[in-house]
């Protein structure tokens, strides 16, 4: 029997992370370590979540976590997943628009959409397409580590001739082997009759880990588990984007606005205030704008601060980072380290409407930065954009603005780069003409704060029992909102999952000695009823 455990604390995870790296060294890379990508290797020494996530995905079984990590790696390097980009695709397979990424779930994660009626069998084309899948699924990896996906399978107006059986289980394989964790949901919608044949031989292809995430969905079912904004209108929403390709359909990142326009900082309105009353015997003519500019040049530029040095400003600066909560994790980047590393934390309600990045320059050199957003309408970023002094910090104050609501599909994209003439550059010239591969960019993710009312603590009987599953997945979803690592989370999903099989093994376990109970005193029946009868003819 497979070994499992049923509790991991810290130093038992570590104890297994370490036990699969060893095993990994001595047992698969002893005869030869040319038969996978060393750049994969490397990552699987140095990433402790990496090997996390197959150990979790195999209940932190060592040994079909080794076997899942041998078969990934296999596949990494056969199909050059390292080194996938545009240029390595035909161009016909993303101007089709068979496959893309574009918007996300109600719990925030991103989709992957397959439009079936695009796809034609083809033994000619099958191995560039296979590319074509690992291609998107890198690129929302590399984007958004550690982020579950949601796969839909869009089958409106396809037929038999679009199923291509080894395709498909070929995508199966992708979320089951190569990309342990990454799959949240894989939704099927508007399938048509003539096809549930062929879907009941998928669902045999997931497995027991992942067949709870299928989802078979009408278009008036699809709406439970996405937001009509990000549905189109075929499947009952209102999201009017197109696929078109070129560019690659991407966040829409835009610079954030309130219902005025582009939103000035504080730092620029005091450095105004200061500069009117020095200049009092001038009249200062607001600066006109005709309209907004492209998201992508409307910076905001915070201007240098005069400071009185006879008056305190830290009464100031504390003002405006008041209530504001403060990042308690760092992601080590190559020109900043951005506090927190993945995820932007608001209240939930009325409370806790503002959240603090903090920036810090690791560089020899200036750095530009801009802050964006994918809901500029919600938020006010203070500042948006500035100039970043070598080993200097900054603090980004991100508000949400009026009654709007934080949501876990907003995300905030921050990007640097380094400046070489910081006095004969402004900033709105300087992001034309940086070059792209020069620009440091990292994703924030926004994460809602629950309040959590204090459970009762039940008295189980032995009656109990049977609910034990509910009370464990209530007292897991109240971890998880306090704590927001989904890690932790997920292990203790896992811890229960584990509690779980043990009971309904001892269940099935009693049924057996019951039925054996049952047999002897059968047993014990005929025998006496034998020797009644035995001695009844003596």
Request: aromatic share 10%; charged share 25%; with cysteine.
């Amino acid at each position: 029997m497979a070994e499992t455990e049923q509790n991991l604390g810290d130093q038992d995870i570590e104890e297994k992370i370490e036990q699969t790296r060893e095993r990994f060294k001595n047992e698969f890379l002893k005869d030869s370590s040319d038969k996978y990508d060393q750049r994969d290797v490397d990552r699987l020494q140095k990433d402790n979540s990496l090997v996390e996530g197959y150990l979790m995905w195999r209940l932190y079984v060592v040994d079909d976590a080794l076997k899942m990590i041998d078969e990934s790696f296999h596949w990494r390097k056969e199909y050059g997943v390292n080194d996938l980009s545009e240029s390595s695709i035909p161009r016909w397979m993303f101007e089709t628009g068979a496959v893309f990424l574009h918007g996300y779930d109600r719990e925030g994660n991103k989709l992957l959409w397959f439009r079936v009626k695009l796809h034609v069998k083809d033994a000619k084309t099958i191995i560039d397409k296979k590319k074509y899948v690992a291609f998107w699924l890198e690129r929302n990896v590399k984007k958004e580590p550690g982020m579950p996906m949601t796969v839909v399978f869009d089958m409106s107006e396809s037929g038999l001739a679009n199923i291509d059986m080894d395709f498909v289980k070929y995508v199966v394989s992708c979320f089951k082997i190569y990309y342990p964790k990454l799959l949240s949901m894989m939704i099927i919608v508007e399938m048509p009759w003539i096809m549930n044949a062929a879907w009941k031989i998928v669902k045999t292809w997931l497995g027991p880990e992942a067949i709870s995430k299928l989802k078979f969905a009408s278009r008036s079912e699809l709406q439970s588990y996405i937001d009509p904004e990000y549905l189109p209108p075929h499947m009952g929403g209102n999201d009017l984007f197109k696929y078109s390709y070129p560019p690659l359909p991407d966040d829409d990142f835009q610079t954030p606005i309130s219902d005025n326009g582009p939103i000035v900082s504080e730092d620029e309105i005091e450095s105004k205030e200061i500069e009117s009353k020095e200049l009092e015997s001038k009249e200062s003519e607001p600066e006109s704008k005709d309209g907004l500019e492209s998201s992508f040049n409307s910076e905001v530029v915070a201007k240098p601060k005069k400071v009185n040095f006879l008056e305190d400003t830290s009464e100031k600066v504390d003002n405006r980072i008041k209530g504001a909560r403060k990042p308690v994790t760092t992601f080590k980047g190559t020109l900043l380290d951005i506090s927190p590393a993945e995820e932007l934390s608001f209240g939930f309600g009325d409370t806790e409407k503002k959240s603090l990045i903090i920036l810090s320059n690791v560089t020899k050199n200036p750095l530009a930065f801009k802050v964006r957003t994918t809901a500029p309408e919600k938020y006010r970023v203070k500042p948006s954009s500035s100039i970043c002094e070598p080993g200097a910090s900054i603090d980004i104050v991100v508000s949400l603005y009026g009654g709007s609501q934080a949501s876990p599909q907003d995300r905030f994209l921050v990007m640097a780069a380094e400046m070489d003439n910081v006095g004969s550059q402004e900033l709105g010239q300087f992001w034309k003409e940086v070059q792209k591969t020069k620009i440091m960019e990292h994703r924030l993710r926004c994460h809602v704060l629950e309040s959590v009312k204090p459970a009762a603590n039940p008295q189980w009987g032995a009656g109990d029992v049977g609910s034990s599953k509910d009370i464990n997945m209530t007292h897991v979803a109240q971890i998880g909102s306090l704590a927001p690592d989904d890690t932790l989370l997920m292990r203790l999903m896992t811890s229960n999952s584990q509690l779980q099989q043990s009971i309904n093994t001892c269940l099935w376990v009693q049924k057996i000695l019951v039925y054996l109970v049952l047999i002897l005193l059968v047993l014990n029946l005929y025998c006496v009823f034998v020797l009644t009868s035995s001695q009844q003819l003596s």
